[in-house]
C-alpha cells in the first residue's frame, strides 16, 4: 500500500557532511509523522529525527545541533542532513512514515524504508 525509498547515503570522512532522502508513494490520503532511525552494526535500531505534519521536529540527543531533518508534503519526502559526521554515526538509516490509506485516523500504520548505509570514516 505504502512504499518508502530512500536515497543517499554512501562513505564520508569525518567531520563532512551528508544527506539522506526518503519518497513515499503509494494509496496514501493522509502523512502524520515521519522520521529517520538508524541501527549501528551490531547494536539495535535508536531514534534519530521525528518531524509532524506541521513541521514540529524532535532529535536524539547525540545528534541534535548536527542533524536536520525536513519534509516536503506536497512530494511526500522526508530529507536528513547531517553534518560534522563522526564514526559514531555509522549506520544503516531507517525512514519511516506514519500514514493513513483510508478516509479515517483508524487507517493509520508506521511504514518503513529498507535502509541506506551511511558510514563515517576517521
Known amino acids: 500500500q505504502v512504499q518508502l525509498v530512500e536515497s543517499g547515503g554512501g562513505l564520508v570522512q569525518a567531520g563532512g557532511s551528508l544527506s539522506v532522502s526518503c519518497a513515499a508513494s503509494?494509496?496514501?490520503?493522509?502523512?502524520?509523522?515521519m522520521g529517520w532511525y538508524r541501527q549501528p552494526p551490531g547494536k539495535q535500531r535508536e531514534l534519530v529525527a521525528t518531524?509532524?505534519?506541521?513541521?514540529?521536529?524532535n532529535y536524539a540527543a547525540s545528534v541534535e545541533g548536527r542533524f536536520t531533518i525536513s519534509r516536503h508534503n506536497g512530494k511526500k519526502e522526508v530529507q536528513l542532513l547531517m553534518s560534522t559526521l563522526a564514526p559514531e554515526d555509522t549506520a544503516v538509516y531507517y525512514c519511516?512514515?506514519?500514514?493513513?490509506?483510508?478516509?479515517?485516523?483508524?487507517?493509520?500504520?508506521?511504514?518503513w524504508g529498507r535502509g541506506t548505509q551511511v558510514t563515517v570514516s576517521s
Open positions: 519511516y512514515a506514519d500514514a493513513d490509506t483510508e478516509w479515517s485516523a483508524s487507517s493509520r500504520k508506521r511504514y
Open positions: 503509494g494509496t496514501i490520503i493522509y502523512l502524520a509523522d
Open positions: 518531524i509532524t505534519a506541521g513541521g514540529r521536529t
